[in-house]
Nanobody, 123 residues
Framework: QVQLVESGVGLVQAGDSLRLSCAVS????????VGWYRQPPEKEREQVAI????????VYAASVKGRFTISTDIAKNTIDLQMNNLQPEDTAVYYC????????????????WGRGTQVTVSS
């Protein structure tokens, strides 16, 4: 069973930086998409950054491109999100996710989620 545990909850000011980390356990297989989503207050969950487990095919949301950097480390079993120049609109609960490739459907299934960690950015 895949388990994801996020760390890095923070209350920061606009312009500050923060690093989130996700510890991954129980992950098998070689084809997985991993990354971060977030859910701002009273809004839908949205994708922030996704890439292949171990790196590659990285996709960022337009709103964070150039400010956030995702990195994955297979040896350490971690998925990190470096967030720079944070803004109040980045305030959200951030979720780590893993999507194994499903041969039957030919798609990546976002089956695994962490509990989320709160990031609050004050102006």
């Amino acid at each position: 069973q895949v388990q994801l545990v996020e760390s890095g909850v923070g209350l920061v000011q606009a312009g500050d930086s923060l690093r989130l980390s996700c510890a991954v356990s129980g992950l098998t297989g070689t084809r997985n998409r991993v990354g971060w989503y977030r859910q701002p207050p009273e809004k839908e969950r949205e994708q922030v950054a996704i890439e292949n487990w171990g790196g590659g095919r990285t996709v960022y949301a337009a709103s964070v491109k150039g400010r956030f950097t995702i990195s994955t480390d297979i040896a350490k079993n971690t998925i990190d999100l470096q967030m720079n120049n944070l803004q109040p609109e980045d305030t959200a609960v951030y979720y780590c996710t893993v999507a194994p490739y499903d041969i039957g459907s030919g798609a990546y299934r976002y089956d695994y989620w962490g509990r989320g960690t709160q990031v609050t950015v004050s102006s």
